[in-house]
């Protein structure tokens, strides 16, 4: 299911963009062209291979359950790519495409065909680096940006991709202690190792700098509504 984000849990993201300073009017429109925009964008990356590191993860047999949706952050709930385990974790500023750019995404977004088609690639691919850039006016460029807890493992460059990895870490799924402990070792051997090789694929494919970061459910913040979000975000 499509699902479009809501203003409600626009504000548990950590955007620099103030939707309070819409009028009324624009904002469900901005959070529907926000919410189309991150949608292509996970499906872009997804298609660079994104989907051959999340099948490497499922397919292994070291039980990465995934985290349920009531449980997950703003952006692994909307990543609406039907990934379990990987997702984009940048904002997405919209605001700073073009009239002409804007006005592509309003035209999809009103067929409700929110598929990735080859017209898609290329504005995805020719709109990202200014769409999920950081831009702090008081600080010069280059700068590292804080993408979680004031952990060095949460920093990455103000213009890098930033992808989120999370899985239900501490779920034993009925091991016991020790079989959970080993079964912990070989997860973590496998998801750092496939995630230091995402991070150079993609680079090499997209010449920016790439942060692959793994979250837990100590380093992220919930969606405040989740009951309400089925019903919000179904297409009509």
Known sequence: MYKMITKENFTTSVSEFDINKLPDTEVQNYLNLSTLYRSLLNEYIKQLGLENYENEIKNSE?????????????????????????????????????????????????????????????????????VIKEVHYNTSEPFEVNFGPLSTSFFAPNNALVIGFRYDMFNDNGMDDDTFVDNYEKQRELRLNLNDQLEIQLQNRLQIPIKVIEYDENSIKKNKSYDLLEMKGKVK
């Open 62 to 130: 070291l039980n990465f359950i995934p985290v349920n949706p009531s449980d997950q952050d703003f952006y692994q709930y909307y990543n609406n790519s039907n990934l379990d385990y990987y997702y984009v974790r940048n904002n997405i500023y919209i605001e700073r495409l073009t009239e002409s750019e804007k006005e592509y995404l309003q035209q999809k977004l009103n067929t409700h065909d929110y598929s990735l088609n080859k017209q898609d690639i290329d504005f995805v691919s020719q709109t990202l680096n200014k």
